[in-house]
């Protein structure tokens, strides 16, 4: 066990504000104690993030150069890639293969906003008037927060420190109460990489406080956020009282459709991979499922089937494919789901407990859910359970499926497993989602705009505009004619 400091202002400091620990939840061990950051710690980084990216060292530094600073963080990363991964277990209880995965896309993300940054341009529009040429370019904003949830924290930190430095800003991150560990070790690798100081400071620490004094800081320019939606609408009002922009990623509750000429088998494993990857514990989580009623008995039959095979275990042995979840209070939550299922009519055809198997006893680990038979207006058809719990039904009609699957305040993502692309291309077309996933799901691409619709979000991250969203445009007006504006005569 250790003690962490916190990094602040370029300089790793004992955090002055309330001691925080990070547990492991496949057994509740203790990983790492330390203070979390105070509200006189919050001032300190945002003045050190305020006079970091005003600097001309950094302002003016040449894009490519900006760039170098995370290529290197990327193949630090990629080099590191086991150690990352084993840390990122410890804090979040993600089987280590998954874990790794993230920590390659967080490689790859550095790298692809490096080349956002090497390749940035502006605009030279065609002026309305043969007196005048103008062109725009793009500026930083200056400070942002980065406020990050505990399922994927090197991914989705990774997701919005890189376009923020890329784009030349100040960054102040603060990660989930339960995960402190990850972005403190992102700190490191930046300072490793030559990240001048004052740039990127991490503040562990509670969100109502530390999070909350943040966003609301007047030195802070936008407000980047991935979490719940209740806690990014109250942020969209921050936002919206300081008038500064802001990106929210928040919930969801996606549904996956199975068309009757679908690869059966594939179509099954995906379904597994969609929701209970991760153990649920993802925004994009496919936790609703409709089947066609032509195919539905014998998709379910195989379905429950995989879902026997999965092996729920410790997120450090070879092959686990659920680990835990990530603390026992959320562990409680997703059963008393599970119980308003019951209590609603709903059958629980499978999983719907907490593993009977005594070496999982001391984690917080629910066994893969699958249940029928619940109207669509129960609770656990409607609300994020964040765990892995699968609600299925069968359908008939098109355009009944897709009422039903658009009947949610969310419109985060969506899966169609079907042979035929018209099909899928047309249902496609007709849902609320911010992603479509067709034959494959949870796949993701650095290169692909993610964001949500409705509920769900706003805002895009990732992409080449990725990097445009931490930035602001400037119009330069220069005339070329010789007479003076007319107005004075
Ligand atoms: P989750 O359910 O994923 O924990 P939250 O929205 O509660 O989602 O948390 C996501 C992030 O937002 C965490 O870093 C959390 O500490 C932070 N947070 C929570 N409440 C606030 C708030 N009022 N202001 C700023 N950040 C907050």
Known sequence: MTMHKIFIAGEWREGRGEPLISTFPADGSINAELNAASLEDVDDAVAAADRAWREPAW?????????????????????????????????????????????????????????????????????????????????????????????????????????????????????????????????????????????????????????????????????????????????????????????????????????????????????????????GQACIAGSRLYVHADCYTAFMERLEEITRGLRVGHPETPGTHLGPLINIRHRD????????????????????????????AAGSYYLPTIIEGLAPTSRVCREEIFGPVLVAAPFDDEDDLVAQANDSVYGLAAGIWTRDYRDALRLGARLEAGTVWVNTYKTFSISTPFGGFKESGLGREKGRQGIHAYMQQKSFYLGLGQTPNPWCD
């Open 59 to 279: 302002r003016d530094l040449p894009p490519h150069r900006r760039a170098d600073v995370l290529y290197r963080v990327s193949r630090l990363i990629e080099a590191r890639c086991e150690a990352l991964a084993a840390l990122q277990t410890r804090d979040n209880g993600k089987p280590l293969a998954e874990a790794r995965g993230l920590v390659m896309s967080a490689a790859g993300t550095a790298r692809y906003f490096a080349a956002a940054c090497e390749t940035l341009e502006g605009e030279l529009p065609t002026p309305r008037s043969a007196d005048v040429m103008t062109f725009s370019h793009y500026e930083p904003l200056g400070v942002i927060a980065a406020i990050t949830p505990w399922n994927s924290p090197i991914a989705s930190e990774m997701q919005k420190v890189a376009p923020a430095l890329a784009g030349g800003n100040a960054v102040i991150l603060k990660p989930a109460e339960a995960t402190p560990l990850m972005a403190l070790e992102l700190a490191a690798l930046f300072e490793e990489a030559g990240l001048p100081k004052g740039l990127l400071s991490v503040l562990p620490g509670k969100g109502r406080v530390i999070g909350e004094a943040l966003a609301r800081h007047p030195g802070v320019r936008r407000i980047s956020f991935t979490g719940g939606t209740e806690t990014g609408r109250h942020l969209a009002h921050v936002a919206a009282d300081k008038l500064i922009s802001t990106s929210l990623e928040l919930g969801g509750k996606s549904p996956t459709i199975v068309l009757p000429d679908a690869d059966m088998e594939q179509a099954a494993k995906g379904v597994a991979y969609g929701i209970f990857s991760s153990a």
């Open 333 to 360: 939550s997703v059963a008393a789901y599970v119980d308003q299922a019951r209590q609603d009519g709903g059958h629980v055809r499978i999983g719907g407990q907490v593993p009977t198997d005594p070496s999982l």
